[in-house]
């Protein structure tokens, strides 16, 4: 079955330093990924869409100018949160759409997600 | 603005027991409503995925159905197990594929 794999696991950095997040397909590839964001005790938020050779298309109210997203291969995407903060402290994971016609097509395979703690 | 709303937050259960575990949603024009499972430092697994012509589906103990017109959805667990602890969520699909509005879950324990 189609997997995703996302890196790290956890994170901890200090605050005004940038962190880069890795999300995977393995065994298929992805022409679309989606970043979700999950603070403590919250819902899953849809962040941003990351399309393979284009620009990432970013849901209201999130900065792109601080979670750069990348998406330069059909099975790579990094979600890079920069100058982070305390307050982007959350649990960040992501999900992947196979290609049309191909393996893992019309559904999405999530990651394990990646836990940022901004001290 | 979907909002999806899952009761009860936290379930605590011996194990053998059959669960109901519930969800709401104020927007009926989904495309599709699904439930995951999400274990502790793990991903989310799909459990189920009812479309929004459907009213049910089942896989092995569960069974999830869905009605559009009310904006529920209910995920039923039967003969629970231990195996079974974890924090159910549920979605609701928007009108592109990665556009899910999710719930905030409902952490169950299951005792043996």
């Known amino acids: 079955g189609a997997v995703v794999s996302q890196h790290p696991s956890w994170v901890i950095c200090k605050s005004g330093t940038s962190v880069k997040i890795e999300c995977r397909s393995l065994d298929f590839q992805a022409t679309t990924m989606f970043w979700y964001r999950q603070f403590p005790k919250q819902s899953l938020m849809l962040m941003a869409t990351s399309n393979e050779g284009s620009k990432a298309t970013y849901e209201q109210g999130v900065e792109k100018d601080k979670f750069l997203i990348n998406h330069a291969s059909l099975t790579l995407s990094t979600l890079t949160v920069t100058s982070a903060h305390p307050e982007d402290s959350s649990f960040y994971i992501c999900?992947?759409?196979?290609?049309?016609?191909?393996?893992?097509?019309?559904?999405?395979?999530f990651g394990a997600g990646s836990r940022l703690t901004v001290l | 603005k979907q909002e999806v709303t899952q009761i009860p937050a936290a379930l605590s259960v011996p194990e053998g027991e059959n669960l109901v575990l519930n969800c709401s949603f104020t927007?009926?024009?989904?495309?599709?409503l699904q439930w995951f499972r999400q274990d502790p430092g793990k991903g989310l697994t799909s459990l189920l995925l009812i479309q929004s012509s459907q009213r049910e589906q089942t896989s092995g103990r569960l069974n999830a159905s869905l009605d559009k017109s009310s904006g529920r959805s209910t995920l039923y667990i039967a003969a629970s197990q231990p195996g079974d602890s974890a924090t159910y969520l549920c979605?609701?699909?928007?009108?592109?594929?990665?556009?899910?509005?999710f719930g905030r879950g409902t952490q169950l324990t299951v005792w043996p």
């Open positions: 979605a609701g699909r928007g009108s592109t594929l990665g556009r899910l509005y």
């Open positions: 999900s992947a759409a196979g290609t049309p016609g191909g393996v893992g097509a019309n559904v999405l395979t």
């Open positions: 927007d009926s024009a989904i495309y599709n």
